[in-house]
C-alpha cells in the first residue's frame, strides 16, 4: 500500500514544482480550450446514452426468465469490452465502417447508398466507438443495484394497487436514481480519460484533451510543451475529481437503501 | 437525464392498471426484446464485419485464412506480445502479493479503515491513466535531473530498459487495483472468512498456515478472478505504453495497421474473443464450484 501512496502523491508535487501561470492561462485558450470542450461534450453525450442504454440492456438480461446463458455472455462480455481497451475496438470499427470498411463496402456497392457524410473520424464516430465499451461498462456497474431490487418492494406496490408507472415513480426510481447517476459519472470520467481508441482511429484531428496532451509530451519543437502537457493533465485530474466529490455524495446517499 | 432513466426504466411498465401482471409481462417481453435485438446487432456486426474483413480474399473474393496464420511469424509478434504476456504476469503477482493481505486484515482487523481502502483503490479507475502517466514521465526524469550519477538514478534507468519495463509493471498495479481490489473483495464478503480465521486460529494454526490452508482456498476463485482482470487489462493497455514508448501488444497493433490493415484487424478480433471465452471458462468454473457447494 505505501508504495502506491506514495507513488500516488508525487503526481500533483510534481505538477507544482514545474508550474508557472503561462501554461495554465494557455490552457484556458485557444486550441486547448476546445480541447477541453470538445473532450467535455463528447464524454457527456456518451456518457448519457451509454448509461440509457446500457440500464436498458441490464434490466433487459435481469427479467429474461430462461436467460442464465444469456446473462453469463453478456456479463463476460462486458467484462472484456469494459477492461480490455480501446486499441483492438477501433481496429474493429475501422474494419466495420471504416473508409475501406466491410459494411461501409456494402452500402455502396450493393445498395448504392454510402454512410451519408459519416466518417469514423468525428465527434459522432467517436461516440460510436466509445459506446461500445461504455454500454457494457454501464452493465457492469448497475446489475448489482438492480439485483438489490427488492422482489418484496414490488410486490408490495403491487397489493396496494400500484400501477408499473406508479412503482417505477415513487419506489424504483428513486431507489435507483443514486447508483445511476454515480454509474453515468463513472462512464463520464472513462469517456473523458480514453486516449487509446481516440488515438488509434483518428491520430489528432479531432480536438481531445487527452490527445492534446500526448501531442504536447512527444513535441520535441516548442519550448515548455512538456510543461504544457503537466498542466493539461492537471485540468483533467480537476475535473475528474470534482465528478468524482459527486459520485461519492452520490454513492453515499445509495448506501441507506442498497446494502 | 433523470427523465429519461426513468422512461427506460418504466417503459416496461405502461400497461393498464386492472390485470395488472399479465398485461405488465407481455408488454415488457416486447420492450426487451427490442432492446435485445438492437444492441445485439450494435454489438455482433462490428465483430462479424472484422472477421469478414479478415478472411476474405481481394485477389479473387474467396474465403481464406492466410491472415490469421500470418500472426505468429509476424515481425515484431512474438517479442510484443511475450512482452505484454510477461508484464502481466509480473503485474499479477506484485498486485496479488499486495493486495490479498491487505483485503485479509481489512476484513479481520482493521474494519475502521475500508472506506479509505475502498476509496484508494478506486482512483485509478478515474484517474486519466494520462495524467498517471504525465506524473510518471516527471518523477522519471528527475534521474538526469537531481540525482545523476547516484544509485537512485541507476535504480530508475534500471526500471526502464525496454526489454523487461518494470516502471510498466509498477503502474500497472496501480491500475488493476480497483479490479483485484472487487474482485477480492466479493471473495471476502461472500465467505465467513471472520470464522474460518477464528476456527483456524483456535486450533492452533499459525497466521502463515491460515492465510495459506484457509484464506487462499476460500478466496481461489476470486483470486482467479482478479488475476484475469488484470491480465486483461495489461494486455490491452496502450496509454501508458505508447507514451512512455515501450512496445507492448497494443502499441504493436498500432505501429503494424498502418502497413498491415488486415493484419491489425485480425489480431484484434481475436485478442477480443480468446479474452472472452477465457472469461466465460472462469466464470463456468465458479459457477460449477457454487453449486456444488450449496448443494
Known sequence: MLAVEAFRATDPVTFEETWSTGSITAITEGPYRRAYLGSLQLSAITAVLGAVLGLALAVAILRARRGRLLRRLVLTASGVLANFGGVPLAFAFLATIGGQGVVTAFLSDTLGIGLGGFTLQSMTGLAVVYLYFLIPLMVLTIVPALEALRPQWREAADNLGATGWQYWRHVGGPVLLPPVLGATMLLFASAFAAYATAKALVGSSVPLVTLQIADALSSNVVVGAENLGKALALGMVLLVGLVMAFYAWVQKRTQRWLS | ?295
Open chain 2, 1 to 295: 437525464m433523470t427523465a429519461l432513466a426513468e422512461s427506460v426504466a418504466g417503459a416496461g411498465g405502461v400497461a393498464p392498471g386492472t390485470p395488472a401482471r399479465p398485461s405488465r409481462r407481455r408488454g415488457s417481453g416486447a420492450w426487451r426484446f427490442a432492446v435485445l435485438l438492437v444492441l445485439g446487432v450494435y454489438f455482433l456486426v462490428p465483430i462479424g464485419a472484422s472477421v469478414w474483413y479478415t478472411v476474405r480474399d481481394r485477389v479473387d473474393g474467396g474465403v481464406t485464412g492466410r491472415v490469421y496464420g500470418a500472426i505468429p511469424g509476424a515481425e515484431g509478434f512474438a517479442e510484443a506480445f511475450g512482452r505484454s504476456l510477461l508484464l502481466a504476469g509480473l503485474t499479477v503477482v506484485l498486485a496479488l502479493l499486495l493486495m490479498v493481505p491487505t483485503v485479509v486484515l481489512v476484513e479481520l482487523r482493521l474494519p475502521k479503515l475500508r472506506t479509505a481502502v475502498e476509496l484508494l483503490t478506486l482512483a485509478p479507475l478515474v484517474l486519466p491513466p494520462i495524467a498517471l502517466v504525465v506524473g510518471v514521465r516527471s518523477v522519471l526524469a528527475w534521474a538526469p535531473d537531481y540525482f545523476y550519477g547516484t544509485p537512485v538514478a541507476e535504480a530508475m534507468f534500471a526500471l526502464q530498459r525496454p526489454s523487461l519495463p518494470w516502471i510498466l509493471v509498477l503502474v500497472y498495479v496501480v491500475l488493476a487495483l480497483p479490479f483485484v481490489y472487487r474482485a477480492l473483495d466479493a471473495g471476502v464478503r461472500g465467505s465467513d472468512l471472520r470464522t474460518l480465521t477464528e476456527a483456524a486460529r483456535n486450533l492452533g494454526a499459525s497466521w502463515p498456515r491460515v492465510l495459506g490452508s484457509v484464506v487462499l482456498p476460500v478466496l481461489r476463485t476470486s483470486v482467479l478472478n482478479a488475476a484475469f482482470l488484470t491480465v486483461a487489462l495489461v494486455l490491452g493497455e496502450f496509454t501508458v505504453a505508447s507514451i512512455l514508448g515501450f512496445e507492448t501488444f497494443p502499441t504493436w497493433i498500432v505501429r503494424i495497421s498502418g502497413s498491415q490493415a488486415q493484419l491489425s484487424v485480425a489480431v484484434s478480433v481475436l485478442s477480443l474473443v480468446v479474452t472472452w471465452l477465457l472469461l466465460l471458462l472462469i466464470s463456468a468454473l465458479d459457477r460449477r464450484r457454487g453449486t456444488k457447494e450449496s448443494s
